[in-house]
């Protein structure tokens, strides 16, 4: 069961090129939720092998910032009539069902169990518009970190849709090692390879107070 909600975004203070946002809902009210986002300029090239300007931003969740809502079947339930009453409450009867919830609940506690966290990302060509990234291309990831080591990393599963491309952060597997990479104090250079363009940029080392500038 997934669910996009689409929020704005206001910048509260930024570390060089990583910053701290509030959340606000469609009526631009403060939901009183913060995240992580980066934005960076680079570079991109097209089947013409020509280097085009670009501007890639980046939001990064965390597993201990929604954990709450796994705790427990009741916490779950809870969290999950919230978000349909706010967004289809057409569906409740159907998704609040013991059997289909309590199977959902388990699946995705485990998920979020065995991994560390989610980054989105969102690339926008020279004429601003956003790159899409669809499931029918390989997304290929590649960073090099200040030492010179590369993590190279192949998406097979496709979160994508015409905004932003995402993935987990899994334990114990090369997506970790990406993630870990770009929420280390030490920069990293970034190739992503898709649908035979090569998008490059470099992300900033990671300020690890961040965390704890959220919750106050």
């Known amino acids: 069961m997934k669910y996009f909600v689409f929020l704005f ?11 701290i946002v509030d959340i606000v809902n469609d009526f631009g009210e ?20 020509i280097n085009y300007p670009m501007t890639v931003k980046l939001r990064l969740s965390k597993n201990d910032e929604d954990g709450d809502k796994y705790k427990s079947y009741e916490s ?7 978000l349909i009453m706010a967004n289809d409450p057409t569906q409740r009867n159907k998704i609040l069902r013991k059997k289909f919830l309590k ?3 388990e699946k995705q506690k485990f998920l979020y169990e065995n991994r560390l966290g989610q ?7 020279n004429y601003n518009k956003a790159i899409t990234f669809n499931s029918s291309n390989r997304i290929i990831i590649t960073l090099k970190s200040h030492n010179g080591t590369e993590i190279y990393w192949l998406d ?4 994508s849709t015409n905004r932003y491309w995402t993935f987990f952060g899994k334990k114990n597997s090369q997506s970790a090692k990406i993630y870990l990479a770009i ?11 898709h649908a035979g363009s090569k998008y490059y940029f470099k992300i900033d080392g990671y300020d690890m107070d961040l965390k704890q500038r959220i919750k106050e």
Do not use: A, M
């Open 183 to 193: 929420t280390d104090p030490n920069p990293v250079d970034v190739e992503i390879s």
């Open 156 to 159: 097979d599963i496709k979160l």
């Open 103 to 105: 199977r959902d609940y």
């Open 30 to 49: 403060k939901t009183g939720e913060k995240r992580e986002i980066f934005e960076g300029k680079g570079t991109f090239k097209n089947i013409e092998n």
């Open 76 to 82: 779950y339930y809870f969290w999950t009539d919230s």
């Open 9 to 19: 975004l206001i910048s509260v203070f930024s570390y060089s090129q990583w910053k």
């Open 119 to 125: 980054l989105w990302f969102t690339i926008y060509d």
